[in-house]
C-alpha cells in the first residue's frame, strides 16, 4: 500500500528565508506526485505535480525516487505563502490520491 | 464559472440527526470523490465515484451513503449524525487520465 509522510506538521520561518517542505513516499509502483495548497479556510488547490517540471509561486519540487522524496522548496518565503501544503502520491493500483498529513507553513514578518 | 461546487457551507446540527452535503461539478469530469478533513486537518478519502460507479468505498460507517444520480453530482447523505462526524467534508472531481483532482470549498460540519 502507498504511504506519504510529511514529517513537519508545523514550520516557521521569518520573511525571505528559504523554506523546504519535506515529503516522502512509498509505493512499489512509478509514482505521479502532487503538492497540493490550502490557504486559511479555502479549497485545496494544485500547486505543483512533478511531470509538469515547472516553478509555480515560486515553489519547485524534485522527485527524488532514491530517497523516495519530493520536497517543496522556496528561496525567499513570502508571508502570503503561509498556508497549509500537503503532498500527495497517484497510485494507479487504487485510483486514489493519497495525501500526507500536511505541514502549516507560517511566515512571520 | 468552472469549478466544484458544494452546498451547504456550514452544517450544524443535532446528534442523532440525518444530513445531506451537495455536490455539483461543470468541468465535465467523469470521477468524483469525498474528503473528510479532521481537526488535526488530516485528509481522507472516502468515496470515489466513476460515471455514477462506486469505485473507491473506504472503512466508513454505513451510516455515511453517497449517491450520484449524475455524473456532475455526488451527494452524501449521512445518518444518525455523531460527535465524531464533525469535520469539514471536501468533494472533489478529476477526469480519468489526468490524476490532478479538483476540489470544491468544503462543507463544515458541526454536530452538537
Known amino acids: 500500500a502507498q504511504r506519504v509522510t510529511q514529517p513537519e506538521k508545523l514550520l516557521s520561518v521569518f520573511k525571505g528565508a528559504p523554506v523546504e517542505l519535506k515529503c516522502n513516499y512509498s509505493?512499489?509502483?512509478?509514482?505521479?506526485l502532487f503538492w497540493y495548497v490550502q490557504y486559511s479556510r479555502q479549497r485545496l488547490q494544485l500547486l505543483l505535480r512533478?511531470?509538469s517540471r515547472e516553478s509555480i509561486k515560486g515553489f519547485t519540487a524534485d522527485l527524488n525516487k532514491g530517497e523516495t522524496s519530493f520536497h517543496l522548496k522556496k528561496p525567499f518565503a513570502q508571508e502570503e505563502d503561509s498556508a497549509m501544503y500537503y503532498c500527495a502520491l497517484y497510485a494507479t493500483s487504487g485510483s486514489r490520491l493519497t495525501f500526507g498529513e500536511g505541514t502549516q507553513l507560517t511566515v512571520n514578518p | 464559472d468552472t469549478a466544484v461546487s458544494q452546498t451547504p457551507k456550514y452544517l450544524v446540527t443535532q446528534m442523532g440527526n440525518d444530513k445531506s452535503i451537495k455536490c455539483e461539478q461543470n468541468l465535465g469530469h467523469d470521477t468524483m470523490y469525498w474528503y473528510k478533513q479532521d481537526s488535526k486537518k488530516f485528509l481522507k478519502i472516502m468515496f470515489s465515484y466513476n460515471n455514477k460507479e462506486l469505485i473507491i468505498n473506504e472503512t466508513v460507517p454505513n451510516r455515511f451513503s453517497p449517491k450520484s444520480p449524475d455524473k456532475a453530482h455526488l451527494n452524501l447523505h449521512i445518518n444518525s449524525l455523531e460527535l465524531g462526524d464533525s469535520a469539514v467534508y471536501f468533494c472533489?472531481?478529476?477526469?480519468?487520465?489526468?490524476?490532478?483532482?479538483?476540489f470544491g470549498p468544503g462543507t463544515r460540519l458541526t454536530v452538537l
Open positions: 512533478h511531470i
Open positions: 472533489a472531481s478529476s477526469q480519468k487520465g489526468v490524476n490532478e483532482q479538483f
Open positions: 509505493y512499489s509502483g512509478s509514482p505521479e
